[in-house]
Nanobody
């Protein structure tokens, strides 16, 4: 299993970014996918989840209405569209999948929201 995130960077408050997670090594279309984040000095937290076919999504209260998770099963990729970014969204963002009772994480991509 391999998860490779991309799309992070530095953005001003109110700006947007789209993160991507390219997955390989497992049947992507049959797995729920997740985005987590971890800010300095804080625990890793679940940001968004999408079901295997994309019909069901869930979000942390802190990002509802601003972030959108989606997936393209033909490309084995999950996305996180982040709009109206705030300084408190600054964190390393991780892609996550649980397969056969084992948790897999990507290497993470840094998102920094600052003026």
């Amino acid at each position: 299993v391999q998860l490779v995130e991309s799309g992070g960077g530095l953005v001003q408050p109110g700006g947007s970014l789209r993160l991507s997670c390219a997955a390989s090594g497992f049947p992507f279309r049959s797995h729920t996918m997740n985005w987590f984040r971890q800010a300095p000095g804080k625990e890793r937290e679940l940001v968004a989840t999408i079901s295997n076919a994309g019909g069901s999504t869930n979000y942390a209260d802190s990002v509802k209405g601003r972030f959108t998770i989606s997936r393209d099963n033909a490309k084995n990729t999950v996305y996180l569209q982040m709009n109206n970014l705030k300084p408190e969204d600054t964190a390393v963002y991780y892609c996550y999948v649980r397969r056969l009772s084992t948790a897999y994480w990507g290497q993470g991509t840094q998102v920094t929201v600052s003026s």
